[in-house]
């Protein structure tokens, strides 16, 4: 069974970082591309990063450019996103989604984990 | 990256057609055949319905179909039932990134 667990999210005051951690279980992770997905409370959803099964390809929203960093370990099955310089409008459920297509990014996303909260307040 | 256009609400009675749809642009939806469709319950996370616009994932009721023209992709979901009742959300591949829509909350009457 596909499994994706997140974990890191939490308080942080604006300027701050947090890292994002998501744990994948059932699957050859080494062979599909990842992403993550944020939705603000009471919002949609919204595209923040992907990236390839060998982190060839790196992709960011701009809304998020030069201020997170998405990488993988295939190794230990484990997706990341390291965030800096946090914002108010960050303050999201952030999801790891895996790309469907093996091999290949189809842009679509067929598991999802459960989602972890960011809040950025004072 | 602007977000998808779709309408803010549907709803239907149940057995009948609903169609919800999402507007992108020459740059997004009309461009690529990379439309996917999700379904939201509360609390709960997204699940994926359609994919490359018209493709049903194993297990997803053929109730479901999607279509697409020039920058206007569409879900139509027949014989409502109840639990259909769900936010659903459009996506596109943009070049290089993904676009969602602002999400559609059908309500089955």
């Known amino acids: 069974e596909v499994q994706l667990v997140e974990s890191g999210g939490g308080l942080v005051k604006p300027g701050g970082s947090l890292r994002l951690s998501c744990a994948a279980s059932g699957f050859t992770f080494s062979s599909y591309s990842m992403n993550w997905v944020r939705q603000a409370p009471g919002k949609g959803l919204e595209w923040v990063s992907s990236i390839s099964s060998s982190s060839s390809y790196i992709y960011y929203a701009d809304s998020v450019k030069g201020r997170f960093t998405i990488s993988r370990d295939n190794a230990k099955n484990s997706l990341y996103l390291q965030m800096n310089s946090l914002r108010a409008e960050d303050t999201a459920v952030y999801y790891c989604?895996?790309?469907?297509?093996?091999?290949?990014?189809?842009?679509?996303?067929?598991?999802w984990g459960q989602g972890t909260l960011v809040t950025v307040s004072s | 990256q602007s977000a998808l256009t779709q309408p803010a609400s549907v709803s239907g009675s149940p057995g009948q057609s609903i169609t919800i749809s999402c507007t992108g642009t020459?740059?997004?939806?009309?461009?690529?055949?990379?439309v996917s469709w999700y379904q939201q319950h509360p609390g709960k996370a997204p699940k994926l319905m359609i994919y490359?616009?018209?493709k049903r994932p194993s297990g997803v009721s053929n109730r479901f179909s999607g279509s697409k023209s020039g920058n206007t992709a569409s879900l139509t979901i027949s014989g409502l039932q109840a639990e259909d009742e769900a936010d659903y959300y459009c996506c596109s591949y943009a070049g290089s990134s993904t676009v969602f829509g602002g999400g559609t909350k059908l309500t089955v009457l």
């Open positions: 020459s740059s997004d939806v009309g461009s690529y055949n990379l």
């Open positions: 490359e616009v018209s």
């Open positions: 989604a895996r790309d469907s297509h093996q091999y290949s990014s189809g842009w679509d996303f067929d598991y």
